[in-house]
Nanobody, 124 residues
Framework: QVQLVESGGGLVQAGGSLRISCVGS????????MAWFRQAPGMEREFVAR????????DYADSVNGRFTISRDNAKNTVYLQMDRLKPGDAATYFC?????????????????WGQGTQVTVSS
């Protein structure tokens, strides 16, 4: 069974940091472009960051660029999202996803594999 499992969410004060993780089960994250999306209550799911499959290149939404860092540890079959200088507007459920192309894209509807999400709450 192909699965992604996120963890590491929680409550953090504005200005603080948090690292969330995504472990692949039944799939090797090294063979996918990996991405993080987030969804706040009543809002659409939005792109946060992606890591290309074959290169160290990454791509970020403007709202998180310079504050968030996506990375992968293929030996642990895990993708991370390091979130620094968090803002109340970053509060959401964060989802990990895998795209079976080298680059993926920013469109959530085109990702075939998803995790169940991990909640991030930012207090002001």
């Amino acid at each position: 069974q192909v699965q992604l499992v996120e963890s590491g969410g929680g409550l953090v004060q504005a200005g603080g940091s948090l690292r969330i993780s995504c472990v692949g089960s039944g799939l090797a994250v090294s063979t996918y472009a990996m991405a993080w999306f987030r969804q706040a209550p009543g809002m659409e799911r939005e792109f946060v960051a992606r890591a290309y499959r074959d290169y160290d290149s990454t791509d970020y939404a403007d709202s998180v660029n310079g504050r968030f860092t996506i990375s992968r540890d293929n030996a642990k079959n895990t993708v991370y999202l390091q979130m620094d200088r968090l803002k109340p507007g970053d509060a959401a459920t964060y989802f990990c996803s895998a795209h079976d192309s080298p680059f993926g894209n920013r469109f959530s509807t085109e990702y075939p594999v998803w995790g169940q999400g991990t909640q991030v709450t930012v207090s002001s």
